[in-house]
């Protein structure tokens, strides 16, 4: 699957859980083993679970299936290994905490179709 595709089934796949704060990092020139980031948060453990159950059926649908989730059972930050992309979906003070888009804060963002699927859950 090509990275900008496999990036927007990503969010597409959060935003029909109601993900909020959707961001994709190109991390291509400063990480070795990974292509893309992508973060989401979910306002609960709940359902920070249930974005990562859509993110990981639509990578399995897709015939991407994902290679390892962590962080499952807490809820509090899940990290979903895709290979070429690495999600990190969080609860609100989870997010903030670690901070990890600031770690990364050199990677470019990459342009995604958020905004209209957000209004179209709203």
């Not at 059926?57 to 390892?68: F, I, K, N, Q, T």
């Not at 962590?70 to 899940?78: A, D, F, I, L, T």
Request: glycine share 8%; proline share 3%; net charge negative.
């Amino acid at each position: 699957m090509e990275r900008l595709d496999k990036a927007q089934l990503i969010v597409d796949s959060a935003l029909d859980r109601k993900a909020e704060g959707l961001v994709a990092l190109d991390v291509r020139e400063i990480a070795s083993f990974t292509d893309t980031f992508v973060f989401a948060t979910g306002g609960s453990d709940r359902q920070v679970r249930a974005i990562t159950d859509a993110i990981t059926e639509a990578m399995r649908e897709a015939g991407d299936p994902v290679l390892g989730v962590e962080g499952y059972r807490e809820g509090r930050w899940v990290l979903i290994d895709a290979n070429d992309a690495i999600v990190h979906v969080f609860t609100p003070d989870g997010r903030e905490h670690y901070g990890l888009e600031r770690l990364w804060s050199d990677a470019p963002e990459i342009p995604l179709r958020v905004e209209a699927a957000e209004r179209a859950n709203s």
